[in-house]
């Protein structure tokens, strides 16, 4: 079982109305001003003041000011807490201007928080009666931690694990808990994506990644279908074969459906569990990060299984190709030629393009069902990173839905970006002795070539939007805000709020 399956992914998250000795710091936001005299102020201003009333505030923006606290976005400043609150001390973490915060600065700022907050068990934030849903979001993603491979030499001692458990304070009148669970539900998914991506590829291979999806759903009462590789050659998915058969660990096909009500939503994730490049093959310098070549994979399984758990009225299916990129004898060569699912020919110049292969099978399966809505998710090019950075998701796809998907995108913090489909790109694809080509005969626009592959192979009708998260689903370098070294979980957060907006229209 994966370790999503059989250990708590982040902090228990509670709501409380009171600050007591149970706490061992209270968290509370500050602001800060144009005025450099005026130092930070605590926000909300007009909240709690029965647990924080004027005489402790005025204690804690004097000790505040007296160390140097200037309430600038993400500053975190430690002081002791006046007797009369009761924990052992008070952590400032600041939102920057006042007029600026919106909820993803305090998702922002939770997750920093939360981050200092290692071996620290429990705690108490005023930053709920800001934003209950970002502020539970942000220190629940923030205190993720992946431990699975430490041994006892390196593990953390249990004085030193992450932050434990959240109270958050919310008066009577704004508590909602539907939005508090909602938040936490989401959280556990964008966790259990990362725990996906994190897992070393020595442990997740397609069979192992196609069972403990399943373990996942079936625990979730969903329907689950699993394809090995005699089903995938018998049922003629040649790219995910072609893909696959240069390793000893054979591909899968896992489709996990969710019958939530009329409209039909299909999700398709890239799930190349090592990459490569097969023959075609990487430089070995920064090789180990194709670990996290299922990113796409891993962020739809996990968005199935939280649209499940919130009950939304939309009926979901994740259908996901599984395989693992390597050189050997048996692998496809650049020259093959390969017939994908639905009878379209490729020429495989590149076998490091071996993802839109894959996701080209996966799509016209998933076409089959008739969905209303396709989207597909995919740790997919180099290009992307060139194009937009390695924070920014670049969102291709049927114009109108594009848009809408990087809208909504952008409004959660994960930052899709609308990219386009130039029509001169088109013809760079094809190929003389096949229908098409992977990949252009140039760089130039390999994102979008990418995406314009893809579009070959996408239903006609169906409103699609294919989101190339090659940088963002993995972070390489330092931790900022909630996201940790290595798998993020993007672009879970998106892809719920999206299914949640088609739920709504």
Avoid: C
Wanted: proline content about 6%; aromatic content about 6%; glycine content about 10%.
């Amino acid at each position: 079982m994966t370790a999503a399956a059989d250990r708590s992914l982040g902090p228990e998250l509670t709501r409380t109305k009171t600050i007591d000795a149970e706490f061992d710091v209270l968290v509370i936001a500050t602001t800060s001003s144009n005025d450099s005299e005026t130092g930070p102020a605590i926000v909300p201003e007009d909240l709690f003041t029965d647990v924080l009333d004027a005489e402790v505030r005025t204690r804690l923006l004097e000790q505040l000011r007296a160390v140097g606290a200037k309430g600038k976005a993400e500053e975190l400043v430690r002081i002791a807490a006046p007797a009369a609150l009761g924990v052992r001390s008070v952590l400032a973490v600041g939102l920057g201007a006042a007029d600026a915060v919106d909820a993803e600065q305090i998702r922002r700022s939770a997750g920093v928080a939360a981050r200092s907050l290692v071996g620290t068990d429990s705690v108490v934030t005023t930053l709920s009666g800001l934003d209950l849903g970002a502020a539970a979001e942000g220190f629940y993603l923030g205190a993720y931690s992946f431990t699975a491979f430490k041994s006892s030499k390196s593990a953390p001692k249990p004085d030193e694990g992450p932050l434990a458990k959240v109270a958050l304070l919310v008066p009577d009148s704004d508590f909602d808990e539907a939005e508090l669970t909602r938040a936490r539900l989401v959280a556990e998914a964008v966790a259990t994506a990362r725990d996906f991506v994190n897992t070393p590829p020595s442990h997740l291979f397609p069979a192992e990644f196609a069972d403990r999806a399943q373990v996942l759903a079936e625990g979730a009462g969903l329907t689950v279908e699993v394809l090995d590789e005699k089903a995938l050659e018998a049922g003629g998915y040649g790219g995910i074969i072609g893909v696959g058969k240069g390793s000893s660990r054979p591909p899968r096909l896992i489709r996990i459906s969710y019958d939530g009500g009329p409209k039909k939503v299909a999700l398709v994730g890239k799930g190349v569990t090592f990459d490569t490049g097969g023959i075609s093959i990487k430089p070995a310098a920064n090789m180990e990060n194709m670990t996290s070549d299922m990113g796409g994979a891993a962020a739809v399984i996990a968005t199935t299984l939280v649209a499940a758990r919130l009950g939304l009225p939309v009926s979901v299916t994740a259908t996901v190709p599984m395989a693992e990129n390597m050189p050997s004898a048996t692998a496809q060569r650049p020259g093959d030629v390969l017939t994908q699912y639905g009878g379209t020919t490729v020429e495989v110049l590149n076998t490091d393009a071996e993802g839109r292969l894959i996701l080209a099978d996966a799509i016209v399966r998933a076409g089959e069902d008739e969905p209303d809505y396709l989207i597909d998710v995919a740790t997919l090019t180099g290009a992307q990173m060139v194009a937009l950075g390695t924070r920014t998701p670049g969102v291709l796809g049927t114009e109108d839905f594009r848009d809408r998907v990087a809208r909504i995108s952008r409004s959660v913090g994960e930052n899709g970006w609308a990219m386009p489909f130039p029509a001169e790109l088109r013809a760079d694809l094809n190929s003389k002795i096949a229908d098409l080509a992977n990949v252009a005969p140039h760089r130039y626009g390999g994102m979008l070539s990418a995406g314009l592959f893809l579009k070959e192979f996408v239903p006609e009708g169906v409103q699609w939007a294919h989101l190339d998260v090659a940088g963002p689903a993995y972070n390489t370098g330092g931790p900022f805000g909630y996201i940790p070294k290595g798998g993020t979980g993007v672009p879970v957060r998106t892809l719920i709020s999206v299914i949640e907006d088609i739920a709504a229209q």
